[in-house]
């Protein structure tokens, strides 16, 4: 079947990752493999990038753009897809669109340079992919890959009008806190104490 060439084809990237290849169900019954982000991803999260919608560009980034221009693409590209260090971490959510494979969620860890023990998390989910639980489950992947990583604390950060992110994050079961100030909302995730879980089907 079509859909098991896509699901071996992301699993073969991931061989030497922690953690590996987690497959789901999107709410809306779609198949989904989340893993880190390999080399190869470049023209995928390049194509998800581009087509992104002007909200979830201003929800993502803070900024008015109807489209994201061709040389940002490139360079936001060239960041996510950067291997993976004690520092960054990024992952992606791909799905299997006509029989070819696609990334249509990026997700990231960035550890703290100043406190070894905390990172901040960001993602992005393509506008028809939205609303189907995969960003919960892209967190609960990064939680589980922060805790491997000995992170106590996680922080997100989004717009107040960014609703979608508190009921993410309150859908993994993680202790948080969340402050709103000057129409920005900062997230803080309490990794202490929370027990090992994966990224399995969310919703």
Known sequence: MIVNVCLQSAQSHSAAALPATTLFHSTRGDLIATRPVAPSDAGMIATLLAGLSAQALFLRYWMPMPRMAPETVARETARLGQPQSTQQ???????????????????????DASSPAIAEIALVVADAYQRAGIGSALCAYLVAAARRQGLSTL??????????????????GVPYKAETRQGMTTIQLDLRNVAERGAGVMG
């Open 89 to 111: 971490f990024t992952v992606v959510a791909l799905a299997c669109v006509g029989g070819v494979e696609r990334v249509i969620a990026v997700a990231e860890l960035a550890r």
């Open 155 to 172: 922080h997100a950060m989004a717009l107040v009008e960014n609703v979608a992110v508190r009921r993410m994050v309150a859908r993994i």
